[in-house]
């Protein structure tokens, strides 16, 4: 092979995928896999997989065989790689002899850069299993072949052969993995004890982390999912009859959710499955079983509304948002309910102590009091220094008070109940509730009865939990998970030991689900953007060619059509995730739309920005200013530099910094002919936003 350079590297990067830059260690390994050497890739769920051996193939004389799990996965990658005009296929049973013929067909004249298949059908492969066919082998979901892991898969066994087939040929192993054990498994089952190893880090800065208490979770979720009205995500719910109810209740109030569950038929699972990746159905309620093999890259949120019983699990499962790389959701709900479910769970399985140990770390994390981004790193055996700035804890750090009064009164009810009640009735007595459980065991005349009345059941909870987190009780699971007193109780009972608590933080009250379905069934009505208008006509395109709407266009590619608003080929080509051949088939039509909407938009302005132009006389800030309007704040800056060219009394150096100024003046010397904005971005290494530099450049044009 020629000798490959970094340019014929970015050159296919973005003229196959429409990228301008590698991710992480993407561009190691792919020299790595070119220089024919065994490879290892751990990257975390949504890192960037694919490409590290998609990319490669292109460069290969023969074929890249991948090796994948699931046969709905193979085929959106072949989608999404035909999306790109990469010619690859895939090779499964489910195929008529008439379509397995065109395969071997396509093989046979080198036609195609990838082939997927099943590692059931390999052996129905022999024929072309040798050098002349096959450059390199791609193994992906490589910790099904470990019986360590989680997903293990027994067809995954019989992939040690390939290593003495095609004992030239370069075999690359991917999986998200982090654990060792698994690690050293594959690469011995695989026979490539020599494979470079690359881990990447498992920080996904773009997902948001947030735990809640789940105190009227059907109400949060509803509230949360009204915020986001088109946005795609999972709600994870431990059991199939949960699903369903949540879907249900979700379906009542106007949100397009359906349930999925190892508990449908084949053919059902399909459906729901093909409906989310096509965005027909907005929001799956599913149980674990749904998601592997899902490359959906609009995930916009996942919900825990059980917690689950790991952190690997967790990790998992939140990495199907925002792979896009935009910002996402990750939001847990935290019961001690589930706690005490998922140990009877584990109390029945085998290695219950490891189990146990693993429930252990999801805990903590749930009841961290601190960035909860350390943890889940720190799990995986990654430390960082900063917090992360993009989790609840981070976004509102607990406040410490001295709790040891509130410490004495929980203590002392535990005390005087003889240890022999749970959670749910010791706070009963704490604040003299007048229920059976009480009355029934006479605690209405115990001394601590009623000490605790001022303050709400959840607060009581909030602290009583943090109570045995710092070991000052603890919950005896094998005992009916009553509460007993610790070594450490008596000091505070008995020796004055100070006791640091965390106020609890408030979710504001919900609003009444009957006020809110008025606001669900308004929603077609949603803003009138140009981000809309793409999205819609993604969506079609998508029905027509049908394929998945986000193998068109991301998300990402969207916002950036919508920003950079392009309107030539050379513009349209520069945006992130086009390709030449995307420009070819979707260009025109989307250059059409944004055509339109601009012109509509103008015809519209003369008014919209006279409009603006009196709220703005009126000392309205830009912020009140987009609110009143039902407009975005970049909007209000448009028509305010838009007056400002015009002459009228408009300071936009309000809304710059000098300094600021003084660098977009600077990129404006070097990039004098550059008409879009993105260069200056690059140019003043993307710290200033594109708001600021269109200010500055709108002052500059004055200016001149
Ligand atoms: P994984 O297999 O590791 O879960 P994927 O290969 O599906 O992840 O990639 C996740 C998303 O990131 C995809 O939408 C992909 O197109 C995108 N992506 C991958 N590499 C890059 C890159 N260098 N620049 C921008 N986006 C990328
Ligand atoms: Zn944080």
New binding site residues.
Partial sequence: MMQITEKDLLGK?KIN?G?????LE?KSIIENILAKKDTLVI?????????CFQLPSLFFEGITLVISPLIALMKDQVD?LKANGIPSTYYNSSQSSDEQQQVFDAIANKSIKLLYVAPESLPLLQNILNQNYISCVAI?EAHCISSWGHDFRPSYKQLAFLKKTLPETPIVA?T?TADKATQEDILEQLAIPNATRFLSSFNRENIALEVRPANDRVKQIIKFINKRPNDSGIVYCLSRKATEQLASKLKQNGIDAKSYHAGLTFDERAKTQEDFIKDETQIICATIAFGMGI?K?NVRWVIHYNMPKNIEGYYQEI?RAG???LPSQALLFHSYADVIQLRQFIANTGNREVQEAKLDRMKQFSEATVCRRKILLSYFGELIEENCGNCDVCDNPPKFFDGTVIAQKALSAIYRLQQKEAMGTVIDVIRGAKNAAVYDKNYQTLKTYGVGSDTSWQHWQHYIIQLINQGYCQIAFHLNNTLQLTDFSKKVLFDGEKVELTTPTEIKKEVKIAAKEKKVKTKAAAKDTLFERLRKLRYRIAQEEDIAA?LVF?D?TLKELENERPQTDNDFLAI??VGQRKLEVYGGEFMEEIKTFINEKKRGRKDTTLETFQLYKEDFTIDEIADKRNLKAQTIFSHLSKLYLEGKDVSLDEFIEADTLKLVANAKKVLKNESTLKPYFEFLGEKVPYEQIRIGLTILQKKR
């Fill in positions: 990067l995928f990228y301008d830059s590698f991710r993407q990257m975390p769920t949504g890192g960037g997989k694919s490409i999404s992906d991917l998200a490359d890259s990495g792979r896009d790389g986000y991301s990402a992130s995730g």
